[in-house]
């Protein structure tokens, strides 16, 4: 990335091509996990990555390498905040997509929240325990995290669902 601060767009762009060089084995772990560790020096270049490996078709964080997971662990708190957010709203989405029917879209919303469980048991537990916190205070109708809760919309049935996700994070 020539330690430019990519768009989003470009963030996806590239995830797209370094995920599936190494879907193809074109390119080692080792090498995804430092092109990836400079992507998620940025808000934009984490979500343009999470966009493309956390809900597409995408098997590398099914799969994760242990190159990739020190690269996310060194990001550090963006990295586990973007990921308790992508939670939340997974959690909730499959909710949503229950009550209409939409089988489908329940299926990579669950994959999605599965992921992210995965993901944040894997990264730093001192800043995924403070951040989920701070999740739970949001359900609760308090802090940071009540507004984001409210402005998406969530009633109590989608935020039993992410705490439910939330308690899968702790049994493993």
């Not at 768009?7 to 060089?21: D, G, H, L, N, P």
């Not at 990555?49 to 242990?66: E, K, T, Y």
């Not at 939670?87 to 009550?99: E, F, G, P, Y």
């Not at 048991?121 to 009540?146: C, F, H, N, Q, Y």
Request: charged share 30%.
């Amino acid at each position: 990335m020539n330690n430019l601060a990519p768009s989003f767009e470009q963030a996806m762009r590239v995830a797209t091509i370094w995920t599936e060089a190494w879907e193809r084995c074109e390119i080692s772990d080792e090498v995804l996990a430092d092109r990836v560790g400079e992507l998620v020096a940025t808000k934009d270049g984490i979500r343009g990555f999470f966009v493309v490996s956390m809900a597409g078709d995408c098997p590398l964080l099914d799969r994760m390498p242990d190159a990739l997971i020190f690269e996310l662990r060194r990001a550090g708190e963006n990295i586990v905040d973007i990921t308790v957010k992508n939670l939340a709203m997974s959690s909730a989405m499959a909710i949503n997509h229950q009550r209409s029917d939409n089988l489908k879209q329940k299926q990579g919303s669950e994959r999605v929240a599965a992921r992210c469980i995965d993901l944040l048991r894997s990264l730093d537990p001192k800043l995924v325990k403070e951040r989920l916190e701070t999740l739970l205070r949001g359900i609760d109708g308090r802090g940071d995290d009540a507004i984001f809760l409210d402005r998406w919309g969530y009633d109590s049935e989608q935020k039993m669902a992410i705490l439910s996700n939330v308690n899968c994070i702790a049994r493993s």
